[in-house]
């Protein structure tokens, strides 16, 4: 060993971090983090920030919520509440969601389950953290400078008309996009290039395959959102005219360029959702997902079909009837690959050993509040029904129990079950099932009501209501509040597991997968020597009893 | 913490370095990233990341283009109209520039391939001269528009006396009176004219950047006949920035 020396620049060896230290202690100092290429602190500080994004957006929704407790003014004037109600979809959209679980757990999971020491591009993947931090600022600068009351749509041409400030906002939406972009090259070069021997396509795990199916989504739609927030920039910069009726243009083609993306981004919300609830189920059932190969060909369908469907956000903004109606057709397909998800789901419960612990209780409320979103999505689907209810609140509760029943559920499941690999920490289970009883009810409460008064009428994003709206909205208000006192238990919980949870063993949860074959908290090669897989990662019958082990 | 104790236990679990150089193994070259086993496969795998980097940037000026077709069928006869107002033969002449310098890019990766590095250093300087005059005939090219008040949107028709900045003895003459021989809806024509040429100019800038940076790291003896993957991908770069204007030209330009 050493022949290379001579020739490589010369550092000693204290200054090389030993890749078999635990990833937390290898290196130490603010700088060791703030210039890592390690995927795993990479993913950590993307989940610090994600986090912030969520409890601010959720101090919005609570906000908003709040203001709509009893009719007329309660707390804010209308423009206030506009803006509110814009900040939360935006910071909850662009800095929450769409990074939540790709780029903070899938960074830390995807390299570990594939068997490799890192992402392909470790200084893109940085790079990435920078360009979404960087485009959090421009968020943040829009707040501070009067913030957007547009609506997370930035619909034209009141975005092109109003003097809110819409180009800081529009501009870090349009950052973003570029780090999740990187992001979604750096996974999808990772799993084809990166697995470890005898890491067959088959073999990956369910959520490598949701967050491949993912990352073809970010690197097919971003780019299109980039450019049309790009024009809507240069419409209200230079008066270009493109979405403009006065010189020349057409509002509806804002629409059309903004669904382009954010239809296939509805996509890249629940995908890798989807691919945390196999790998709970699978460890919580002791059972391999039922129809493996369906269920990953399910999320690639899902990644396609996203692309072909983002016209029935049109169907009352004037589009030819014939459009409407492929449109209509197409979206029904989407209930195929989504319902293979959901009955295998179910399949692979069917004679599992199931043990209900918190992470397992996240992912059945996942099917359970996935499945009412999916198939509401289905009314809104048809043309004569989605008249009625377009942009009530039966479409903010429809998307509402797509996005938060599951991408949410499956984000806080994942964080559960991870959160021990991740920090060497077990948390108090007691109190994380206290928490999600009020999650599971608050949310709940929250969107039932909105479902009822949407489909009596209710239109959205309204300041005041007539009084036979009241009690849905009183509800309402009231579920967000058990909503908001869930999520801050389960923040006192996370927080007391890192300051006094006891010491993970290394598989806690005696799962068969891979990422729980190595150390925890994993050393920062992840493994201490590459793997050689020769099973899947459900295959019970094929683990050893060691490997099942929890030391 | 010591490398000895790591270099024992596996060849592939030793050596995590942030730099991307490997001291304590002999199968891995100082080009070779930690993370990769081997050359070839980090070779593959940053061409596969470019090849889908630039797919990202076919959907990105595919919104361009969708506009560009959308406002076409609403509008032939401004688009017939305004398309005569640019400069056929500066664009012809752009044309031929960009495509001698995707022919200079791929002759500065194959020199490098050969390991010929001074031959790589005048073909990337050479890809960098062209891009600048690309650039060189853009600014009067658009300075021509400015003159004549062709200009985006709500702006269009009105002239902006930009003579102190062109020279006319370039022969841009000022043309202060409105073009109001166009057809209603030029104004489009021009957003769109400007938005993509404007978009594709700044992927130029980018270009000159990045090649400038490759061909430091050449002069610098980074590269070699076994290690070329920088150059490759930063030519492969170079001919999609090319590519987008040889749709651009005729669009623009020459459709009637």
């Known amino acids: 060993m050493g022949a290379v020396s001579t020739t490589a620049p010369a550092r000693s060896h204290a200054d090389t971090p030993d890749p078999n230290e635990n990833y937390l202690k290898a290196t130490r100092g603010i700088a060791s983090w703030l210039f890592t290429l390690d995927h795993k602190r990479i993913g950590i500080m993307y989940l610090v920030l994600v986090l912030i994004a969520f409890a601010l957006g959720g101090t919005f929704a609570l906000l908003v919520r709040l203001e709509l407790f009893t009719r007329g003014r309660t707390l804010m004037d209308a423009d206030m509440y506009n803006r509110m109600f814009t900040l939360h979809g935006v910071v909850m959209v662009f800095l929450f969601i769409i990074p939540s679980i790709p780029a903070a757990l899938g960074n830390f999971v995807l390299p570990i389950q594939l068997g490799a020491k890192d992402v392909a591009f470790p200084r893109l993947n940085l790079m990435s953290l920078y360009i979404y931090a960087f485009g959090a600022c421009f968020a943040v600068y829009s707040m501070v400078d009067g913030a957007v009351d547009t609506g997370w749509t930035f619909y034209t041409p009141y975005s092109t008309t109003t003097n809110s400030a819409v180009i800081p906002m529009v501009l870090g939406a349009f950052i973003m996009g570029f780090s ?243 920090t060497g920490k077990l948390y108090d289970e007691k109190m994380a099932k206290f928490a999600w009883f009020f999650v599971f009810i608050g949310f709940n409460v929250t969107f039932v009501a909105q479902f009822i008064m949407g489909s009596r009428g209710m239109p959205r994003r309204y300041y005041d209501y007539l009084p036979e709206f009241e009690i849905f909205h009183k509800t309402s208000t009231i579920g967000s509040w058990i909503l908001g006192f869930g999520f801050l238990t389960m923040a006192v919980m996370f927080v007391m597991s890192l300051k006094s949870g006891k010491k993970s063993t290394r598989n806690p949860w005696g799962s068969a997968a891979l990422e729980w074959q190595t150390a925890t908290p994993p050393p920062l090669a992840n493994f201490v020597k590459v793997p050689t897989l020769t099973r899947g990662p459900y295959d019970y019958h094929l683990a050893t009893e060691e490997e099942l082990s929890e030391k | 913490m010591s490398a000895e104790a790591s270099s024992v236990v596996d060849p592939h679990a030793a050596g995590h370095d942030d730099h991307g150089h490997d001291e304590h193994e002999h199968e891995h070259p100082k080009f070779l990233a930690h993370h990769f086993d081997t050359p070839v496969q980090q070779f593959e795998s940053a061409k596969l990341g470019m090849w889908t980097f630039l797919v990202q940037e076919l959907l990105f000026f595919s919104g361009l283009f969708v506009a560009y077709g959308v406002f076409r069928s609403w509008y032939p006869e401004a688009f017939s109209g305004a398309s005569h107002e640019l400069n056929k033969v500066m664009g012809a002449g752009n044309t031929i520039v960009l495509l001698f310098s995707s022919w200079t890019a791929a002759m500065a990766v194959r020199a490098t391939q050969l390991g010929q590095k001074k031959m790589t250093s005048m073909f990337l300087l050479v890809t960098i001269a062209c891009a600048f005059i690309f650039l060189g005939v853009k600014y009067f090219e658009y300075g021509a528009k400015f003159n004549e008040g062709l200009l985006p949107g709500k702006y269009f028709g009105h002239a902006y006396d930009v003579s102190s900045i062109f020279p006319a003895s370039l022969g841009f003459h000022t043309n202060l009176e409105p073009s109001e021989h166009l057809p209603a809806h030029a104004s489009s024509y021009f957003s769109l004219y400007f938005m993509m040429t404007g978009v594709h100019a700044l992927h130029i800038i980018v270009g000159i950047g990045v090649l400038i940076w490759i061909w430091r790291r050449n002069e610098r003896g980074e590269f070699s006949k076994e290690f070329f993957t920088p150059v490759d991908i930063a030519a492969l770069y170079w001919h999609l920035v090319d590519l987008v204007w040889i749709y651009l030209f005729p669009l623009l330009y020459l459709i009637d």
């Open chain 1, 180 to 422: 999740s972009i990187l992001t979604g090259v750096n996974f999808l070069v990772t799993v084809h290039k990166l697995r470890a021997p005898g890491q067959t396509w088959t073999r990956l795990s369910l959520f490598t395959w949701a967050l491949y199916a993912t990352s073809i989504i970010q690197v097919l739609a971003t780019p299109v959102l980039a450019i049309t927030l790009l024009l809507l920039t240069m419409e209200r910069f230079l008066g270009l005219g493109i979405f403009d009726p006065k010189l020349g243009g057409d509002p509806v083609l804002f629409q059309h360029f903004f669904w382009f993306y954010s239809h296939p981004a509805v996509y890249i919300m629940i995908v890798p959702g989807m691919g945390v609830v196999n790998e709970i189920l699978s460890t919580f059932s002791r059972r391999a997902i039922v129809g493996y190969m369906f269920v990953a060909m399910s999320s690639l369908a899902l990644a396609l079909l996203g692309f072909l469907v983002w016209g029935h956000h049109l169907f009352v903004s004037g589009m030819s009837e014939y459009a409407t109606m492929v449109f209509s057709a197409l979206t029904f397909l989407v209930a195929i690959p989504s319902g293979v998800k959901v009955f295998n789901w179910v399949a692979t419960l069917w004679k599992g050993s199931i043990r209900l612990e918190s992470p397992m209780l996240y992912a059945l409320s996942f099917i359970f509040l996935f499945t009412i979103g999916g198939l509401t999505g289905l009314f809104l689907g048809v043309l004569a029904i989605d008249v009625h209810l377009h942009d009530t609140y039966f479409v903010v509760a429809h998307f509402h129990y797509v996005m938060v029943g599951g991408t949410v559920m499956g984000f806080v499941g994942g964080l559960h079950y991870w959160w021990p690999k991740i």
